[in-house]
């Protein structure tokens, strides 16, 4: 079964530096995807950054990069020019043949003025 | 922008009442999923739904529950008899997917279910 392993459980970050969340998967399927969800304390997901497993190209969105190891694997988001409104729960999760998505257990990003 | 909608937003029940949970879906949307997340907890899939059937379910989902798309848009997860451990928050995600894995489940905004 696939598992995804967030180190991380609390961050704190500088308004206006980047700050890196790391996640590692395990998984022996060569076919996957990678996802990055935000959540507020309002508590809905919000969808941040898709990897796939045979993208040739770290995946970027707007602030958001995904730094993509296939080799380790690891997958680990990093959030440029951080701003207040990014305090949140950050979750890390994959995707197989089988489309359902496996959480990490997240870490919870502070951003500090 | 089209999003998933989820109703109610908050329900409270008695211990060994029957809920049900509504969500509308993405119109084009082919794939629905149920997952919850306890408090405090990672979000864990419950069940996947396409073509008008189960197509996975976790050890999660057991007898307790049940899902049903009743018409072209609603997409409902039932509790028969629920229990105290069942309180959390349920979101519904729905996605236009292909294979492998490939893209977003866009969320609902959940419905946060509290059992007493």
């Known amino acids: 079964a696939q598992k995804i392993t967030q180190t991380q459980p609390g961050m704190f970050v500088q308004e206006k530096e980047a700050v890196t969340l790391d996640c590692t998967y395990d998984?022996?399927?060569?076919?996957?995807?990678l996802f990055w969800y935000k959540q507020p304390s309002s508590g809905e997901m919000i969808f941040l950054i898709y990897?796939?497993?045979?993208?040739?190209q770290n995946a970027t969105e707007g602030r958001y990069s995904l730094n993509f190891q296939k080799a380790r694997k690891s997958a680990n988001l990093v959030i440029s020019a951080s701003q207040l409104g990014d305090s949140a729960m950050y979750f890390c999760?994959?995707?197989?043949?089988?489309?359902?998505?496996?959480f990490g257990a997240g870490t919870t990003v502070t951003v500090r003025a | 922008e089209p999003e998933v909608t989820q109703t109610p937003s908050h329900q409270v029940t008695q211990m060994g009442q029957e809920v049900i949970l509504r969500c509308v879906p993405i119109?084009?949307?082919?794939?629905f999923y149920w997952y919850r997340q306890i408090l405090g907890q990672k979000v864990e899939f419950l069940v996947s739904?396409?073509?008008?059937?189960?197509?996975?379910k976790s050890e999660i989902f057991d007898d307790q529950f049940s899902v049903e798309r009743p018409d072209g848009s609603n997409f409902t997860l039932k509790i028969r008899s629920t229990k105290l451990e069942d309180s959390a928050m349920y979101f519904c995600?729905?996605?236009?997917?292909?294979?492998?894995?490939?893209?977003?489940?866009?969320f609902g905004p959940g419905t946060r279910l509290t059992v007493t």
């Open positions: 999760a994959i995707s197989l043949n089988d489309y359902k998505l496996s």
């Open positions: 998984t022996s399927d060569p076919s996957y995807g």
């Open positions: 990897q796939g497993s045979y993208d040739q």
């Open positions: 119109s084009n949307h082919l794939y």
């Open positions: 739904f396409y073509n008008n059937e189960i197509s996975e």
């Open positions: 995600a729905s996605s236009d997917l292909d294979p492998p894995g490939g893209y977003e489940q866009y």
